[in-house]
């Protein structure tokens, strides 16, 4: 019984790691259609993951020999975390897997991210690295909040304790408390990948960009492991939106299974239509939003220690 439960694990990784670009191809083609255009397939990101893969590594003279290992630790953190997020089933890889530790491996990828801004010796760079640092210090308190009104419904911080009493406890935990952590997590993720209203993923402005231009000097595979990072980074918040709003995780349940794939791509829908219908903000207006978010975690934990 104990392989069994290992390959399906080891199942649920091997899809995660698959189908994680394709989370970005579907926003992009949300986006596309919104805009009455025909875009690119939903499978471009894959196209372009094999083009970065094949060309040669570029490097800055000014940058160390810390540049070369940033797209290497930040791609290793997320597949760190796509190791131990339970998707199918209430388990992860070796029963471990703690979220609030799930939070600081993100900050690892942020901290690597800023540090190969400022490693290239641009100054664009720099300018996306101290936005970066700015929307963080909002972000990483939310998520925390968040989580802690999760941990207080389901009495654990751990990742398979949670995916199992939400499992046990189906549509019984659900609760406005949840809903309102639920809501500040999503901002998060929008602002965790960059996504308008805080950043525009498809803009080629170095002024306006956050993300995309600490990744401005990296090329090649390198390049690509940071764009993969991040499109597993985005799969990883989605999941774990839907694992709290959509109470699934019963082993071998071919129904939850496909509940699963349908709330991710609602999150896909949600995402590409936030994108079309809001403008990016400025960026004395980031903070606002991103307070708000925050009342809304807190909000959801004081509703949550008063019932």
């Not at 764009?227 to 980074?233: D, N, Q």
């Not at 606002?288 to 807190?298: K, N």
């Amino acid at each position: 019984m104990q392989l069994i439960d290992a390959l399906i694990v080891l199942a649920e990784i091997l899809f995660v790691l698959l189908i994680s670009p394709l989370l970005t191809g579907i926003i992009r083609k949300i986006k596309a259609w919104m805009q009455c255009r025909a875009g690119a397939s939903v499978f471009q990101p894959y196209r372009d993951l094999w083009k970065q893969l094949r060309k040669g590594t570029v490097m800055s003279r000014e940058a160390s020999w810390l540049f070369l290992m940033i797209p290497y630790v930040c791609l290793g953190a997320m597949l760190c975390l796509a190791v131990i997020l339970p998707v199918f089933t209430a388990r992860s890889m070796g029963g471990v897997g703690d979220m609030v530790a799930a939070i600081y491996v993100l900050a690892i990828f942020r901290f690597m991210m800023v540090l190969g801004g400022l490693e290239g010796g641009s100054s664009f760079g720099g300018m996306g690295s101290s936005r970066e640092m700015m929307i963080s210090a909002i972000v990483e308190p939310t998520l925390l909040l968040s989580i802690f009104s999760v941990a207080a419904i389901s009495g654990s911080t751990d990742l398979s304790a949670i995916s199992s009493f939400f499992a046990t406890s189906g549509s019984s935990a659900l609760s406005p408390s949840l809903f309102l952590a639920a809501a500040a997590i999503f901002i998060s993720l929008m602002a965790e990948n960059s996504r308008v209203p805080f950043d525009n993923p498809a803009t080629h402005l170095e002024l306006t960009m956050v993300h995309e231009v600490m990744a401005l000097d990296h090329g090649g595979p390198d390049l690509g492991f940071i764009v993969y990072g991040s499109a597993l980074k985005m799969w990883i918040l989605g999941a774990l939106i839907v694992n709290i709003v959509i109470p699934i995780h019963a082993v071998s349940a071919w129904p939850d299974i496909l509940l699963f794939i349908m709330g991710m791509l609602l999150l896909a829908v949600a995402v590409g239509v936030v994108e079309s219908v809001m403008a990016r903000l400025r960026l004395l207006q980031v903070p606002q939003l991103l307070v708000g978010a925050f009342g809304l975690a807190i909000l959801a934990l004081m509703l949550m220690l008063g019932a």
